[in-house]
């Protein structure tokens, strides 16, 4: 992994457009997808490229405007385990690599999580809220800056199964709401097909 490959990337400005606002979350998305970009040699123009995300925070953002994977694409791929890691896997040369953050957010750059705190206790005054604002866009540009790639994350190759590329499935009607339901996602009620909403989930736990 080398910080000065030469590899062309979409600039930070159109993560900011898309996502509404700059923060240390899009910077880190931003620098994720960036390695991917370089040591993958590829952005998803259509499913060569795919994404495997486990959290749903800021950086997610980033990760779709520069990598080009989406979840409307089926190879943006979103596992709810609340962790800074992110897998990219190239169809084509059959090459997978996983990025995840070395250490906590805040560990990077303290004087950005007092200033937080403060600027969102209930008793926060309006200089600390600017003050805030002032720490986030400094740490922001710290991490599109400053920080090297391999103090930011543990970049490592590996082998993983590559998921189906996406289908289009049958949508059927839900027996309960009338509602048009893709078949993969219903279930069996009373002999009858459901949706998940609809669905009442036997249980007793």
């Known amino acids: 992994m080398e910080d000065d490959k030469n590899c062309e990337i979409i600039p930070f400005s159109e ?27 590829s952005r998803a123009e259509d499913e060569e490229l795919v994404a495997i995300v486990e959290n749903d925070s800021c950086s997610v953002d980033a990760i779709q ?5 989406t979840m409307g694409k089926g ?53 600390e809220k600017d003050e805030f604002q002032k720490a986030k866009d400094a740490f922001t540009e710290k991490i599109l800056s400053d920080i090297p790639a391999q103090d930011l994350f543990k970049v490592e190759s590996v082998e993983v199964e590559f998921p189906e590329e996406a289908r289009i499935f049958k949508s059927i009607y839900c027996a309960k709401c009338g509602e048009p339901v893709a078949e993969h996602r219903a279930r069996v009620e009373n002999g009858e097909m459901v949706c998940l909403p609809c669905f009442n989930e036997y249980s007793r736990t």
């Open 65 to 69: 405007v520069v990598t080009g994977c």
């Open 15 to 41: 993560v900011t457009k898309f996502h509404g606002h700059s923060c240390p979350g899009t910077a880190i998305g931003y620098r994720a997808a960036e390695i991917a970009i370089c040591e993958l040699s």
């Open 75 to 127: 190879n943006l791929i979103f596992k709810d385990h609340g962790k800074q890691v992110y897998t990219f896997l190239n169809r084509k040369t059959g090459k997978a690599m996983r990025i995840s953050l070395k250490n906590n957010i805040d560990e990077f750059d303290p004087e950005f999580s007092k200033a937080r705190e403060k600027a969102f206790s209930p008793s926060a005054t309006q200089t």
